[in-house]
C-alpha cells in the first residue's frame, strides 16, 4: 500500500513505473520494451483531457503541453542572457540565414540539462518523441538486448543479451557499449534516440559497432532482428551436483513477474528444493508495484522502499499481505547491471534481515522520473523525486552493496560451470539450510 496518492492524472493513470530510465530504460531494443522502463511515476495534471503517449520502451507521456512555468512578460533576470544572446544574434550576425531558432532553442534546451549533470535529464527531439504508439506486450521485434545510459553519458551500453536472443547469438555481451549504429555514431544518443534507431521489423539487418568491456577495439556486430518472446521469471534447479536449490532468474519486473515469481518458487518447492537463490544479475528494473508485489511475497511486514519528491515529501510502499513464501531460505545475486527495481527489491529484503546479498555493488539508479511533452512536439526527462531501501540507504548514485562482495575475475565470461557468484549463494544456503536443521532439532 501506498501512504498517498499525490500524482493524479487527467487520464487514467500507468502503473508507477521504475525506469528503472526513463533512461535506465534498459530495454529490448524493439516494439515495447518494458525492461526498459526505470524508476519512474504517475503523470502530472495535463492541461486538457487527451490518450496519453505510449513510446515503444513503455514510456507515457502526456499527450499535450503541461502548464508550468508560464511565458513571462518580463523576461527573468537570471535568463536575461539568453534573450539578450540571441536577439544580438538576429540583430548583428553577419550571416542571418544560418540562424534557425528550431535549432537554437533545442541546443539551449539541451544545455540548459546538461548543465544539472543528472543523465536521467535530458531533452527528447520531436522525431524521437514520435516513436509509434504502443502499449505493454510480452514480446518484442528487434534484436533482443537490454540498453542503458552509459554511467558518463557518453550513449549507451548494452545491460545484457537475453537468451537465446538474436543480440546473443551475434555476439553482443554485457557491458558493450554502443558507438554506431549503421555507420552512424551512437556516442551522444539518449537510449530512446538509440531503441528509435535499433528498432526494426523481424527480418531485417542492423549493424552495431560495440566496444566490448576490456578492449578499445570497435567491433562490427551485424544481427538480423526477430520476434522476442521473453518471460520476466524463469525457474530452475541447480544440477544435483551443485545442491538441492532452485534458482529464479528474474530479467525484469512487468505486470505478469509477480504470478510468475508464485508459479516459479512453488514449482521449485515441489521439487524439494530446500532454498531459492533470486538472481537479479542484469535485471534492469521494471513497474513499481510489480516490484513491490514481488517483495511481498518473501515479507510479512513493514516497508519494501520510499520516495522523497523535489518537495520534500515522502510516500512509503509498504509490504502487501498474503505474501506465500516468507520463510523459504533466500540468498539474493546482484551485479553492476542490477538497476532500479532489482535495486529496491535486494535493498528491501537485505534491509528487513530477509536474505544474504552477494556478488558486486548494484548500478545506482534510484531517481523517479517522467516524460513531459514541450510544445514543439519534442519532450523533456525530468527526474522527480529519489527512490531509498527501507533503512534510509539511497540508491542513486550509491546502488546496493552486497552483503558478501564477489567478482568475476578480469575479462571472465559468466558460465553456468564457472559461477563464482552461484556457487557462494550455493554455500550461503548449506550454511542456512544447515542452520535451520539444527535449530528444528533442538526444538
Not at 114 to 133: C, K, N, V
Not at 305 to 312: K, L, P, S
Not at 428 to 443: M, V
Request: glycine fraction near 10%.
Amino acid at each position: 500500500m501506498k501512504t498517498s496518492t499525490n500524482r493524479q492524472s487527467a487520464d487514467p493513470a500507468p502503473n508507477p513505473l521504475l525506469n528503472i530510465q526513463r533512461h535506465i530504460l534498459p530495454l529490448i531494443i524493439g516494439l515495447t520494451a518494458v525492461a526498459a522502463i526505470a524508476c519512474g511515476s504517475e503523470a502530472q495534471p495535463v492541461a486538457q483531457s487527451a490518450s496519453p503517449v505510449v513510446l515503444d520502451d513503455g514510456t507515457i507521456a502526456t499527450a499535450t503541453p503541461v502548464p508550468g512555468v508560464p511565458r513571462p512578460d518580463a523576461v527573468p533576470e537570471d535568463l536575461e542572457i539568453i534573450w539578450e544572446t540571441y536577439r544580438l544574434l538576429q540583430r548583428e550576425y553577419v550571416d542571418g540565414s544560418a540562424i534557425d531558432p528550431e535549432a537554437i532553442s533545442e541546443a539551449a534546451v539541451r544545455a540548459m540539462l546538461e548543465e544539472l549533470g543528472d543523465r536521467y535529464t535530458s531533452y527528447i527531439t520531436p522525431e524521437t518523441f514520435a516513436i509509434e504508439r504502443q502499449g505493454f506486450q510480452g514480446n518484442f521485434e528487434g534484436i533482443g538486448a537490454q540498453v542503458e545510459m552509459a554511467p558518463d553519458r557518453s550513449g549507451v551500453v548494452i545491460t545484457a543479451p537475453l537468451d537465446n536472443s538474436p543480440a546473443e547469438m551475434a555476439g553482443i555481451r554485457p557491458g558493450d557499449k554502443i558507438l554506431a549504429v549503421d555507420g552512424e555514431d551512437a556516442t551522444g544518443w539518449s537510449v530512446i534516440e538509440a531503441v528509435n534507431k535499433i528498432r526494426g521489423p523481424r527480418g531485417t539487418a542492423v549493424v552495431l559497432t560495440v566496444e566490448h568491456v576490456g578492449s578499445a577495439i570497435p567491433v562490427d556486430v551485424p544481427i538480423i532482428r526477430d520476434r522476442i518472446e521473453q518471460p520476466s521469471v524463469r525457474a530452475r534447479m541447480l544440477n544435483p551436483e551443485d545442491g538441492p536449490y532452485g534458482v529464479l532468474k528474474i530479467n525484469q519486473f512487468t505486470a505478469e513477474t509477480p504470478q510468475e515469481v508464485r508459479e516459479g518458487v512453488q514449482s521449485l518447492l515441489d521439487q524439494g528444493a530446500p532454498g531459492i537463490v533470486i538472481d537479479l544479475r542484469a535485471n534492469p528494473g521494471g513497474l513499481l508495484t510489480s516490484t513491490v508485489n514481488v517483495a511481498s511475497e518473501f515479507l510479512t511486514d513493514g516497508l519494501v522502499t520510499y520516495e522523497i519528491d523535489a518537495t520534500g515529501k515522502r510516500d512509503d510502499w509498504f509490504v502487501r499481505e498474503g505474501g506465500q513464501f516468507p520463510d523459504i531460505p533466500l540468498v539474493v545475486l546482484v551485479d553492476g547491471f542490477s538497476a532500479s527495481g532489482s535495486e529496491l527489491l535486494a535493498g528491501a529484503l537485505q534491509d528487513q534481515g530477509r536474505a544474504l546479498v552477494i556478488g558486486t555493488t548494484t548500478f545506482g539508479k534510484g531517481s523517479v522520473n517522467l516524460l513531459r511533452q514541450l510544445s514543439n512536439g519534442g519532450g523533456v526527462y525530468l527526474t522527480i523525486g529519489r527512490w531509498f531501501t527501507p533503512n534510509g540507504r539511497p540508491i542513486e548514485g550509491e546502488g546496493v552493496e552486497p552483503d558478501v562482495v564477489v567478482e568475476f575475475p578480469a575479462n571472465s565470461q559468466l558460465t553456468l560451470t564457472d559461477d563464482v557468484q552461484m556457487t557462494a549463494a550455493i554455500k550461503q544456503l548449506d550454511f542456512q539450510t544447515e542452520r535451520n536443521q539444527s535449530a528444528a532439532a533442538a526444538r
